[in-house]
């Protein structure tokens, strides 16, 4: 005899192995994984049962994730569904299989920060416009409008400036783009017809690093005589951390005596809607990194230690314990927020009568040109920055420059001396 039925409107939180396509190779892959599940009624047939889901590498990531489905399914019910073509003849339409490859990545590759930007792009520039069309027939022209002109000419409320940059029109090519190598691994379509499309072409910022070299490097010196506690505050974010890679710092990755002093990068402080400031447990590139150190980093960081000693004494210091190792923390033991931190380097610019604000990030590009320019060489470069980052290229771009300024003189010279009468 079968078991009975689970009573309607329980639900159950369970660990189970499930196979997962990696986005990345089109392979299949088993890993465990945690499912929350809610029964909730029928939409259509009340004899039926239903099941809302939420399937996260945690309990916790999957009842949140349960939570925000069963959100959609009410909104769902809550609005009209126009039958659309694809529906009416039974085919999967885009809408539906972006929602289910969203569904089906696999939360130990995509971070829920990254999965909530993914459907972010997908619900508000791509399914508005192409979403009720089957995905068996969405074309080259149809994408190819949608990139060139449709998502080109958004312009911000209330305003003629446009909405997306072309960097974020990249973005969101990106992302399409791989939910459709998926659809074409898994059978669902024959061919990717993003792939005819010509992608956005990445544009670098427009600023003059080499200039803001010069600049930085004067602020930074009126810092540490006007001001050591901001200058120790930025002061690491010159050997190329990221923002979040430097506000996640610990204490705890860091040796500061010995011979070879040095730091390992390997978190970030990230934000997460619904839960705060959280302790991602990987770099952006999901890399860890190990660093040298010397002065003047090696000076600030043995000065923040001290100045940590006197914050313990502090009555309003109360840090929670997933913080209380952070290197970056307030007096109140609270960390430093991204914004936080980015109004306090615009801060800073204001009380130096800066005229020209230089962006918190460009520091990181600095940092990468600054090290082509006294020489170091590009797998120590790498293995700062990270292996695959965009800082690299600016890196590149400098010591390119150096060696062509360098080998063109030199074959100057010596055409020079050959034609010489």
């Known amino acids: 005899m079968p078991p009975p039925r689970r009573t309607k409107g329980t639900g159950g939180l369970w660990k189970r192995s499930q196979a997962r396509l990696n986005p990345r190779t089109g392979e299949q892959e088993t890993v465990d994984v945690w499912q929350a599940a809610k029964e909730v009624p029928h939409p259509t047939d009340p004899e039926k049962r239903k099941w809302v889901t939420g399937t996260g590498s945690s309990p916790s990531t999957a009842n949140k994730k349960l939570s925000t489905n069963l959100e959609r399914h009410y909104q769902k019910l809550a609005t009209p569904q126009p039958a659309s073509a694809g529906n009416r003849h039974g085919g999967e339409t885009l809408m539906e299989y972006l929602v289910e490859w969203h569904r089906e990545l696999d939360p130990n590759r995509v971070s829920p920060q990254l999965q909530r930007k993914y459907w972010q792009y997908m619900k508000n520039h791509v399914t508005p416009h192409l979403g009720g069309i089957p995905i068996k027939d969405v074309t080259y022209t149809q994408l190819k409008n949608l990139f060139d002109q449709t998502l080109a000419t958004k312009t911000k409320p209330r305003s003629d400036q446009p909405l997306l940059g072309v960097n974020a029109r990249l973005n969101i090519y990106k992302v399409l783009n791989q939910a459709l190598k998926v659809a074409v691994k898994k059978g669902t379509i024959d061919r990717n017809p993003l792939e005819l499309v010509t992608p956005p072409r990445y544009q670098p910022p427009s600023e003059n690093i080499p200039q803001m070299m010069h600049v930085i490097k004067w602020l930074f010196e009126t810092l540490e005589q006007e001001n050591p506690e901001a200058y120790d505050h930025f002061l690491i974010a010159i050997m190329g951390l990221r923002r979040g890679e430097r506000l996640g710092l610990s204490f705890s990755d860091l040796n500061l005596s010995g ?163």
Do not use: C
């Open 259 to 421: 011979h070879t002093p040095k730091m390992v990068i390997r978190q970030q402080l990230s934000w997460v809607t619904g839960e705060g400031l959280v302790i991602k447990p990987t770099t952006k590139t999901g890399k860890t990194r190990t660093v040298f150190l010397t002065d003047p980093w090696l000076e600030s960081l043995q000065r923040m230690k001290e100045q940590r000693k006197k914050q313990k004494k502090l009555p309003t210091f109360t840090p929670r314990p997933e913080f209380e190792d952070l290197v970056f923390l307030k007096d109140n033991g609270k960390p430093w927020s991204l914004n936080e931190d980015n109004d306090y380097w615009n801060t800073l610019q204001d009380q130096l009568n800066m005229t020209e604000k230089i962006r918190g990030h460009a520091l990181r590009h600095i940092a990468a040109t600054s090290m082509a320019d006294n020489g170091v060489e590009v797998e120590v470069a790498m293995e700062i920055l990270g292996h695959s980052s965009e800082a690299m290229q600016f890196y590149y771009r400098r010591t390119t420059a150096r060696k062509q300024k360098t080998q063109v003189t030199t074959y100057g010279e010596g055409w020079s001396k050959r034609t010489a009468p």
